[in-house]
C-alpha cells in the first residue's frame, strides 16, 4: 500500500495549482526542463532515502533519525526540523485547499460558467478578498484533514486514492485533449518545452538572478513530499519484499506526469486567449481552467468533478503533512491521538489564518521579495520559506545520512535484497553521497549570496 499512500502525498496542490504557475512565472521551457533535472538527480534519489529510512526504523522522522543515529542529538534536530516544516507547510497548504473545495462549490453552482477572462479573473479577486469565505474554507479544509487524522482511517483512504487517482488522470487527459484541440496547442506546447536559458538566471529586468533555479529545486522537493520525513513515515508501510528503487520511480513518474498534464491542459487555454503566461500567479489555475470549463460541453459538470478530485487530493498530502506532526508526539511524547491531532491541527488552522487573511485584511503586511524585488503577500512568503529553503536543508541533512551515515548492510539490505539492481544501487550511492548534497548546497548559497553579489560580479552583471 505504499505506492497508494506515496503518491496521495505527492500528487496534489503543488502538481496542479503550483508547478503551472511558476512555470508561467520563470518563463516557461527552461524552468520545467530545470525541474524535470532536479526530480531526476535530486528527487528521486533523496525519494529512495526518505523510504529507506523509513522502512530500516520503521518510524516517524524524529523516532528514525533518533533510533538509526543512537540518540544523536544533531541528527535528531533534523527529524525536528521536519515537524517544523510540517507545521508552516500545512498552515498554507489548507488555506489553498480550501480555495478548491470553494470552486468545486462555485463550480456546482455554475457561478463562473458563460463569463468572459475579466468576470473569471473578478469571481477569484473577490474569492481573495473576503476574508470570511477565505477563513472558513481554510477551517472546513483544516477540520477535514483533522477528522482523517484523528480516526487514522488509512486503509479506507488508500481504497478511496486507489478510485479517485485514477480519475484525476482520466479527467486531466481529457482537459489535455480538449487544450490541444480547442486551444492553442503550438503557443502552449512551445511555452511549456522550447527552452530560453537566460530566464533560468535572471528576473523580467534581465538582470542576474538565481531564484528560478532555486524555485525549480525546491518544487522538485515539494511535489515529491520530501526534505520532511513524510516519505520517511510512508516508507514504514513499505513491504519487505518489496523494491524501493522500483516504488519511487513509480511515484516520481506519476507525480511528474500529473505536473505535466496540468500544464499542458492550462498553457494551451492561456495562448488561445492571448493571457499573459507570467502575470497570473496563484491565481493561475482557478482563473484559466474555468475559461475552458465554460465552453466545453458539459463544462459545469466537468469543472465541478475537477474541483473535486482536487480538492481530494490535496486532503490526502494535507493528512500526509498533518501525520508526521502528530506521530511525533504520539510516538516519542506519548500523547493519544486524538489529543495531539486536536491541539497540533487547532495551532496550525490559526497559523494559516495569517495566510488566509494575506490578501484581505494583511495584504499591506508583506514578509520578502519576489524576484522583481517587490513584496510577497504573508502566503506566498511562507511558501517561499518552506519550499527553498526548510525543505531542502532537511534534504541536504537526509541524503548525507542515508549517504555517509548509516551502515553500508543497511544499505545493502535495503537496497539490494530481493530483485535490486547494482547498477541502480551504485548510480544512487554516488548521487546521493557527492552530487545532491553539493548541488543543493550550491543553490542554497547562491541565494544567499545574491545580497553579497559574488555570483553576480561574476556573471558580469555589474
Ligand atoms: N507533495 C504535495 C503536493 O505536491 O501538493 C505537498 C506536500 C505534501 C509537501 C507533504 C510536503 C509534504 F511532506
Redesign the pocket.
Known sequence: MFILAAAG???????IW?FPYMAGKYGGGAFVLMYLACIGVIGLPILVAEILIGRDARKNPVGAFSVISRGNRFWTAVGFLGVA??FV?LSY?SVVGGWTVDYFTKSAAGSYLEANPGRINEIFNQMLANPWEQAVWHTVFMAATMGIVIFGVKEGLERWIEVLMPLLLVLLGVLVVYGLVAGDAAGGLGYLFIPDWSKLVTNAAGEYTPRPMLEAMGHAF?????????MITYGSYLGDHESIPASAVMVALL?TAIALLASIAIFTIVFQYGLDPTAAGPGLVFQVLPLAFSQMPGGRFIGTAFFLLLSF??LT??I??LE?VVAHFIDDRKWARRTATVIMGTVIWVLGLFSAFSYNLLENVTLLEDKEGQGMPILDSVDLIATNYM?PIGGFFIALFAGWFIKQQVRDRQLLDGSGSRAFYRAWLFVTRYFTPVAVGLLILFMIDKHLGIAEWVFGGK
Open positions: 502525498s505527492a500528487i496534489g496542490l503543488g502538481n503550483k516544516s510540517g507547510i497548504y515539494f511535489t515529491l513530499s520530501l526534505g520532511m520525513g513524510a507525480d487530493a490535496a498530502s494535507a500526509s503533512l508526521v525543505l
